[in-house]
């Protein structure tokens, strides 16, 4: 055991850029990961030709450069642009809200149309400062848009009233006045060709780094971290401390998928399902994010269906709001006093909505600070 340098706990894309960067620095990795497979969350198996996305669509987008070449390293990218359509209630919109969708909401045609359209339906909010996300909504864009495109989906998507919600998760949305239904607003985007398992697989390639599948920390936490002179610990921080100090919140989901005798289901790879009544948020299907690729007579479609976590369930997403990032902050301080040779990194081990490109920029900042 004495021989590594490190054990990184989960082969999630933090846990796999620093066992690699380590590697490369001539350390010896010992990677664990409680699943049965590698890549974490960004794991893709192919089904029919098709690349299946197992934890949900997962596109690749960024502007900072560095990351982007980074990735090239490990994976050629294909043009893909997220551009998903909102089914409600059988009427299709455009999204994000662009001309696109205003045209198809109110039938106007020029920027100036949208603008005078928006500002009528934003008198409601006027000269009021937007307490939560359903004010937020209203105000950015107005009641039409927030009844039919954000309250249905946002309601199911976190499981509590937009009025309980906090403002900041829908900034995250762009909205703009051009024909464009490009969902990002960053300079680079696209999906790997052949899936996002190869970018992991090839991270941990090295004669350096050991790999074990189907292993869990907890089993014998406290044997790895007398054995280990360091750890790199990508699961939950809340559960490192046996929740001593609390338990920190998350959401869930359920993914439902399901092989259809048909080439092409839904014309797009993502179909957001806006309305409060259909239970799932999005269907996915999966071969569009290759543009067709695969089996000419099937194809893989996923719905998502947002869940409560409960120990014991996948917790997808962290919850930041300030509760939670007090308590996160409380665990950071006691993590310092308590765990001096554990570094916690990734979405679950700092408590953070990281999208793939700020887990890779997180994690190299990480590499810096360990190896500089
Ligand atoms: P993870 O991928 O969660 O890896 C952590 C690993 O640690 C897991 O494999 C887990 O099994 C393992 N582990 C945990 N506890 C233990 C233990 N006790 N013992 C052993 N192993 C353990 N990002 C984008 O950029 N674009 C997108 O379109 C996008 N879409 C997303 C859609 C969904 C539904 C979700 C959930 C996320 C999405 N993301 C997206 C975010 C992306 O998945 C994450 O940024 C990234 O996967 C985080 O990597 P990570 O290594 O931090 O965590
Ligand atoms: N959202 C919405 N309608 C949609 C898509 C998104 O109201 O059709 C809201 C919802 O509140 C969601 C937020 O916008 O949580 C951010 O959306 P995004 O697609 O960025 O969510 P994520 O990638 O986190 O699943």
Redesign the pocket.
């Known amino acids: 055991m004495t021989q590594y340098d490190y054990l990184v ?9 620093f066992a690699y960067e380590a590697a490369q620095r001539g350390k010896r990795v010992k990677v ?4 049965d ?7 893709t198996k192919e089904e029919f030709g098709i690349q299946v ?1 197992q ?8 502007s900072n450069k560095e990351v982007w070449n980074y990735v090239q390293k490990f994976a050629e990218f294909n043009r893909y642009t ?1 551009s998903p359509v909102a089914n409600y209630n059988g009427k299709m919109y455009n999204l994000p809200f662009n001309m696109n969708t205003f045209s198809e909401m109110w039938g106007v045609r020029t920027p100036q149309e949208a603008i005078d359209k928006i500002n009528e339906q934003r008198q409601e909010m006027a000269g009021k400062e937007p307490q939560n996300l359903e004010e937020q909504a209203i105000s950015l864009i107005g009641r039409d848009i927030y009844e039919k495109l954000i309250k249905g989906y946002t309601e199911k998507q976190w499981g509590r009233k937009a009025t309980e919600l906090p403002a900041f998760i829908i900034r995250r949305l762009p909205v703009r006045l051009t024909y464009d239904n490009n969902y990002f607003n960053d300079d680079y985007q696209g999906i790997p060709k052949g899936g996002y398992t190869q970018i992991v697989e090839k991270m941990l390639a090295s004669d350096l780094i050991d790999v074990e599948t189907g ?5 014998q936490k406290d044997q790895y971290l007398q054995e280990f002179p360091k750890v790199v ?4 921080i809340d ?2 401390f046996n929740y001593e100090l609390g338990e920190l919140e998350y959401r869930s ?1 359920k993914f439902e998928t399901e092989t259809l005798d048909e080439g092409n289901h839904q014309g797009n790879a993502v179909v957001n399902y806006t309305d409060a009544e259909t239970p799932y948020t999005r269907i996915i299907e999966h071969k569009h994010f290759e543009f067709g690729k695969g089996d000419e007579i099937k194809t893989v479609i996923t719905r ?1 269906y947002p869940a409560d976590w409960q120990r014991g369930d ?4 962290p919850v930041n709001n300030d509760k939670n990032n007090q308590l996160y902050q409380q665990y950071q301080n006691y993590a310092a006093e308590q765990a001096k040779n554990v570094i916690f ?6 408590y953070k ?7 890779i920029a ?2 190299l900042e990480t590499v810096q600070q360990e190896f500089n």
């Open positions: 706990v989960g082969a999630g894309l933090f846990g796999a850029t664990i990961e409680k699943r497979h590698l890549a974490g969350n960004i794991y996305h934890y949900g669509a997962h596109i690749f987008h960024t997220n292993v869990d920390f907890f089993d610990f990508t699961g939950m559960q490192f989901l998502e996948e917790p997808y997403y990194g990734g979405r679950l081990g700092q909505y990281y999208n793939m490109d700020q887990v997180a994690a």
